[in-house]
């Protein structure tokens, strides 16, 4: 069983800049692709970017192309997602989830193999 666990939230102005970190115990996330997500209040949950097992493959929703970008490093069993450029539409509770189907199988949604409990990102205009 695998446990993710996301960091580096906060309050930030926009145009400020946060990393943030999904770290993984109880088994590697190299075999998983890996995706972003968020969800603000009474919106539905929303598709950011994901990464192949390998790394080799990013996907990115239109609304954060250019300034967020998902990155792993395998020997810390960690994801990140380096968010550039922040605006008030930005604010929401950020999660990371995986899943061993692959990254279209993340890109997609729905019910994924492992979930984090999610960090809150606000950005002040």
């Known amino acids: 069983q695998v446990q993710l666990v996301e960091s580096g939230g906060g309050l930030v102005q926009a145009g400020d800049s946060l990393r943030l970190s999904c770290a993984a115990s109880?088994?590697?996330?190299?075999?998983?692709?890996v995706g972003w997500f968020r969800q603000a209040p009474g919106k539905e949950r929303e598709f950011l970017a994901a990464i192949s097992w390998s790394g080799g493959y990013t996907n990115y929703t239109d609304s954060v192309k250019g300034r967020f970008t998902i990155s792993r490093d395998s020997a810390a069993n960690t994801v990140y997602l380096q968010m550039n450029n922040l605006k008030p539409e930005d604010t929401a509770v950020y999660y990371c989830?995986?899943?061993?189907?692959?990254?279209?199988?993340?890109?997609?949604?729905?019910?994924?193999?492992?979930w984090g409990q999610g960090t809150q990102v606000t950005v002040s205009s």
């Open positions: 109880g088994g590697s996330l190299t075999s998983y692709a």
């Open positions: 989830a995986a899943d061993f189907g692959g990254l279209w199988v993340v890109r997609g949604g729905g019910r994924l193999d492992y």
